[in-house]
């Protein structure tokens, strides 16, 4: 039974690999120009995920909030009780991340500001601004770093960004409005929630099996 | 990479999670190999998305079709569910590992092991 429905699986990706490799005919699609600059953007991607289908992706960022909230329900009651030493700290990794969080930040923030523009976006900026977060905790320490950002003050400011996003983004499709403006915005809230989520995650699970 | 590799490539990852969750009997693994079907189906989206010769799906770069931009969007969404989704189960992983002392799901599943209230 197991090898059989392996072999069902294989067979049903299989024949999606012949509807797309050309053998079958495709459709035409409609050209993503007008569609993007028809929501003042010139990124066609940007255009569906902030416009097209603006709904779905606020109820992703109400999943994505809810999981965080999940994390941090379900680790809240695990503490590691053994001291665990954290790793030897070098001048070189302390510097070397001093250094790239500064970079970091600014790349990140300018991926989420020209998110409408070209590549990029918010949920991209977010993944960068976290992983700059990741690069600093493996060298100060997560709970050093964490006292260092007031972590409760950024979990309030994640839930005011959610908070945000979602009056915003329903005020404006409800009003109709478009624009550059709405996008940067849009991008900007967007890139806080999911760098805050991804450090929340980070904290709790360094948090509860030992320092990073 | 042309966009019939990157399927293969898609198909195979998607065939190395799947059996992977089948087979493995630790929770760790099991993620792991989701981890990797999830990864392969991105990669499969990705490419779905591929047209010879297109360019991207951004206004002006150029005469000629483009890429289709709507995979893409999609895509975005997967990896982000993805990320809080792992992180979700990898918590009740570290509960049934604080209770249960194991991983392995034919230990995890006998009943008699369950601790008596």
Known sequence: ?212 | MDGLAALALSIALVGVGFWALIVRRNLIWKLLGLNVAAGGSILFLVALAYRPGARPAIVGLGPGPAADPLPQALVLTAIVIDFATLALALVYVIFLTEHRHTQDVHRLEREEEWPQP
């Open chain 1, 1 to 212: 039974m197991k090898w059989l429905s392996g072999l069902a699986v294989l067979g049903l990706m299989a024949l999606l690999a012949l509807g797309v490799s050309g053998i079958f005919p495709r459709l035409e699609l409609p050209d993503p120009e007008p569609i993007a600059l028809s929501w003042g953007a010139r990124n066609a991607v940007a255009a569906i995920v902030l416009g097209v289908r603006l709904w779905d992706t606020l109820f992703e960022i109400l999943i994505y909030a809810m999981t965080i909230a999940g994390v941090k329900l379900g680790l809240r009651f695990l503490r590691w009780e053994r001291e665990v030493p954290p790793l030897a700290e070098t001048p070189l990794l302390r510097r070397s991340a001093d250094l790239l969080l500064g970079p970091v930040f600014v790349f990140a923030l300018y991926v989420a500001v020209s998110g409408h523009l070209g590549p990029g976006g918010g949920f991209p900026a977010g993944a960068l601004l976290g992983t700059g977060l990741l690069i600093l905790a493996m060298a100060k320490g997560v709970e050093r770093l964490s006292a260092e950002i007031h972590e409760p003050s950024l979990e309030w400011v994640e839930y005011g960004a959610i908070a945000v996003i979602l009056g915003l983004a329903s005020g404006l499709l409800l009003l109709g409005q478009r624009g550059a403006s709405y996008f940067v915005a849009a991008n900007l809230l967007i890139m806080v929630e999911v760098a805050i989520g991804a450090w929340v995650v980070l904290h709790r699970f360094a948090s509860s099996r030992g320092e990073v």
